[in-house]
């Protein structure tokens, strides 16, 4: 990057970061200040906070690959977002804040028992402390290739820095903060869409991409076609996406401590309607940049691979690199088809001649094909050359984009875009995994005499630290898995169906008894694995079937045990329950 980008770059990230330390410098000084924010966030700060912490850098950098490679149906895995929105705020909000609990796991043990709260909270920890090792390779990712560091070095030395500024600024501090970040956010993506629409060839506006991109089935928004084994339609989305976002939202303290924090239950519900009305219409936006990337890679010249530093990896090893080269000047030759067949569908568009449009579209797909098999060969290459590397380069495209062609200054503005997503997930994940721990694990096990607020803030610093340093040594695995927009949502699949359950049970089943739900809980929660590795299930449907398991088995195992006492709720009174 040049002088001015890092200059960008740096005064954004730097500026946000001190704006927001500063404004809450005294938020640690109390348990509710440094767990809440003292609970007086106004409802547009709930909103943009949920929006900043579920959009991590992997929504950046890993969402324009996968419309790139796959179009626009990953959009469908929203569908059901804002009816989790509404029913949230109907039945969870006024719960949560009626019993003035930290975390949504306080809740269980009023509800159930010791043991079903210490259940739910572990899971909850295994889940978010691995996302948020994936959320931080992520922007690892963009900085290695920006310096050509090693992966394992900036992955220690970003992680770092996010452990940091978390620790030392609590909730206050993680949503004051978000609000600039989200700002970055939705500027810089705005100003990349814009870009990449300004550098397609004269005579090529946005609608004859949008043609092009349909011609090619980028445009596949909606199908309603069921399959099991098919991660994005119409029906997952509904569906499983519904039940995911349910559970995400409703029992993930990464996104409920944000919502704990609003001044009422109005601004809490308000923030997140907010955040239904307008994450789908930001994700679709994201999708439309890898859309118009595609386009763009058509009239542009394309590597054979985005991922350059595996290709340059390859051509070091003697027995591969002829064959690299082989490839790579055939993927040019066909580049240059390309090139032709998609200029003159958009010509035969503005003559609206049908049957020249038929013709290009039919030569188009062709060099597509050969271009496909001619990447399927790169990748049994590499594969052979580096067996250990990750061959997939849809985390790359977007990246490539902004490093080859974006003016100096700009670079700089959409690497602050990755990397205050990357801050604000982080720094929103390892706060609730820092408030969990203590809450829901350290507390309620420990003798009142020693929990000071001053004790006990200096514990949950130290499990954020904790967690923080668990999600470093995740990171450095996270490159040997499938594109991250994709991993992190298939992780979440499998614990928070699980956990959905126990609280269906917990808000509908007023008659079913704690050692009923915890056992259905965990039988459910080994067969969602078991059923992982075995099968080939799209991953979706496990929060729906990890959820009924759960509703079913309690009703079953109540029956069981019928004599067992049901606990009355009772209200913490802005106390953690410690019986």
């Known amino acids: 990057m040049s002088p ?68 626009m ?74 310096l050509g560091w090693n992966t394992t070095v900036t992955v220690c030395l970003l992680g770092a820095a996010i452990i940091g500024y978390t620790v030392s600024g609590g909730t206050r501090a993680v949503t004051v903060t978000q609000q600039g ?3 970055v956010i939705f500027a810089g993506m705005a100003t990349a869409g814009y870009l990449l629409v300004h550098y397609l060839p004269a005579g090529v506006g946005f609608s004859d991409a949008l043609h092009v991109a349909g011609s090619m089935g980028k445009l596949n928004l909606v199908d309603f076609h069921f399959n099991w084994t098919d ?35 109005t601004q809490s519900r308000l923030g997140l309607l907010m955040n239904g009305l307008v994450k789908v219409p930001m994700q679709l936006g994201i999708l439309l940049i890898g859309v118009l990337l595609f386009v763009f890679f058509l009239f542009q010249p394309a590597p054979l691979t985005f991922n350059r530093p595996l290709y340059d990896r390859v051509l070091q090893n003697p027995a591969a690199a002829t064959e690299a080269r082989r490839l790579e000047a055939a993927h040019a030759s066909i580049q240059l088809s390309q090139q032709q067949a998609a200029a003159d569908l958009v010509a035969a568009r503005h003559h609206a001649d049908a049957a020249l449009q038929a013709d290009a579209r039919q030569r ?24 250990e590397a990750d061959a997939k380069d849809t985390d790359y495209v977007f990246i490539s984009f902004v490093l080859r062609y974006l003016p100096q200054g700009l670079v700089g503005l959409l690497i602050a875009v990755v990397l205050s997503a990357a801050l604000g997930s982080a720094a929103g994940g390892l706060n609730s995994l820092g408030s969990t721990t203590l809450v829901d694990l350290y507390r309620p096990f420990t003798r009142r005499a020693v929990c000071t607020d001053a004790h ?16 470093i040594a995740f990171a450095l695995f996270a490159a040997r898995m499938e594109n991250l927009i994709q991993a992190v949502n298939i992780l979440g699949s499998l614990f928070y169906g699980t956990i959905l359950g126990i609280f269906a049970v917990a808000f509908f089943r ?23 590795w075995l099968t080939d299930i799209a991953y979706l449907w496990y929060n729906i079937l ?8 309690a009703e079953l195992l109540q029956r069981i045990w019928p004599q067992a006492p049901i606990p009355q709720a009772v209200e913490p009174s802005n106390q953690v329950v410690a019986s």
Not at 368 to 386: C, S
Not at 513 to 523: D, E, L, N, S, T
Not at 546 to 553: D, K
Request: charged residues 10%; positive net charge.
């Open 73 to 146: 149906r990953f959009i469908q895995f929203y569908f059901g977002l804002p009816v989790a929105m509404v029913l949230i705020a109907v039945v969870a909000v006024p719960i949560y804040q009626r019993l003035r609990v930290y975390t949504a796991y306080e809740y269980l043990q009023t509800r159930f028992d010791r043991r079903t709260r210490t259940l739910a909270a572990g899971l909850f920890l295994v889940q978010r402390g691995l996302s948020n090792g994936l959320s931080l390779y992520a922007p690892a990712l963009v900085l290695s290739a920006i």
């Open 510 to 532: 007023k008659q079913v008894h704690g050692p009923a739900v915890f056992w259905a809980a965990v039988v459910t929660q080994l067969a969602t694995l078991l059923a992982f």
């Open 231 to 265: 991660r994005y339609n119409f029906w997952t989305g509904m569906t499983g996406g519904l039940f995911l976002a349910l559970s995400y939202f409703g029992t993930d303290q990464s996104q409920v401590q944000r919502y704990l924090s609003g001044q009422s239950i």
């Open 181 to 183: 970040q989200v700002a």
């Open 456 to 471: 006990l803030v200096r514990v949950s610093r130290w499990a954020t630290l904790g967690w923080g340093a668990l999600g």
């Open 364 to 387: 188009l797909q062709t060099t597509q094909a050969a271009t496909a098999g001619l990447r399927t060969d790169w990748l049994a290459l590499a594969r052979q050359a580096a067996p």
């Open 4 to 71: 001015l980008d890092w200059a960008v770059l740096t005064g954004t990230l730097l500026f946000i970061i001190g704006y927001g330390t500063w404004r809450t410098r005294h938020a640690g000084a109390s348990l509710d200040g440094y767990l809440l924010g003292g609970r007086q966030t106004r409802w547009w700060g709930v909103g943009l906070s949920i929006i900043a912490t579920q959009a991590s850098a992997v929504t950046f950098l890993s969402t324009p690959g996968q419309a790139y490679a796959d179009g």
């Open 546 to 553: 990890g959820c009924f398991a759960v509703l079913l088995l």
